[in-house]
């Protein structure tokens, strides 16, 4: 999905070294949202700009009712199993990635583009492909990241 960088902060630091970023992001519909940049990638020259970029939320609730909500809000059709194209493959190769590529994935399909998601067993045995969710988000990953190409 495509996202532009609003701000870039670093997370925790350590002698002077940084293990982490959180990023504020605009999606498609306007929305703001703040990225965890566990791997780091280190976006700080790339504010302003806009990026594609594999997103994963964790940490999440599935309700009903979307007026439940009091944190972040996530609805979209859920995709089932997710393959991730092999566009981000390089991205993916070497370096000390959190994420894998050959991981299994599960996402939805939302206004602003497809989300992948951190479903617990539970969850993923309630869901069939299509269905609507509304989703309470406890924290939004950067998995991966690619300049838009023009």
Known sequence: MKVLIKEVNPGTEYQGNISDYWIIVQLDSGQNIELFDATP????????????????????????????????????????????????????????????????????????????????????KSLKEGDKVNLTVGRYDLVAWNPIKD
């Not at 609730?61 to 009091?70: A, G, K, R, T, Y």
């Not at 199993?81 to 981000?88: F, N």
């Not at 939805?108 to 583009?113: E, Q």
């Open 41 to 124: 990638y280190d976006l700080r020259n790339k504010i302003n700009q806009t990026l594609e970029c594999l997103i994963i939320a964790t940490f999440v609730e599935i309700f009903d009712e979307p007026d439940q909500i009091n944190k972040s809000l996530l609805t979209g059709k859920f995709l089932g199993k997710y393959v991730i194209s092999d566009k981000w493959k390089n991205v993916f190769e070497g370096g000390n990635r959190i994420y894998k590529l050959n991981s299994e994935w599960y996402a939805i399909y939302s206004d602003d583009g497809v989300f992948l998601v951190t479903f617990s067993n539970k969850d993923i």
